[in-house]
């Protein structure tokens, strides 16, 4: 069964930190892109960053350029969201999503809260 399993969300104050990590099972984790994204209440999902299966190319959204890094752990299988300098707009429930063939899967998310 693939699983998806995000965690590392939190309230934090703006200008703080924090890294998000997804652990991945139930599938051949070296062999897929991984990539991040966000949701809040009203909205669709909104792209955050990707990775190619090496971890060696990246590409972020002009909203978190310069302020996350996007990396993964092939031999622990796990995706990880390093954020900083996190702003009232970062808000959202975050989550992690691998395509394969055609189809999407997705974590339950977890939620970052940037509030004074």
């Known amino acids: 069964e693939l699983r998806l399993v995000e965690s590392g969300g939190d309230w934090v104050q703006p200008g703080g930190s924090l890294r998000l990590s997804c652990a991945a099972s139930?599938?051949?984790?070296?062999?897929?892109?991984m990539t991040w994204l966000r949701q809040t209440p009203g909205k669709g999902p909104e792209w955050v960053s990707t990775?190619?299966?090496?971890?060696?190319?990246?590409v972020y959204a002009d909203a978190v350029k310069g302020r996350f890094t996007i990396s993964r752990d092939n031999a622990k299988n796990t995706v990880y969201l390093e954020m900083k300098n996190l702003k009232p707009e970062d808000t959202a429930v975050y989550s992690c999503?691998?395509?394969?063939?055609?189809?999407?899967?997705w974590g339950q998310g977890t939620q970052v809260t940037v509030s004074s």
């Open positions: 139930g599938f051949d984790f070296t062999d897929y892109h």
């Open positions: 990775i190619d299966s090496r971890g060696e190319k990246t």
């Open positions: 999503r691998v395509r394969i063939a055609t189809r999407d899967y």
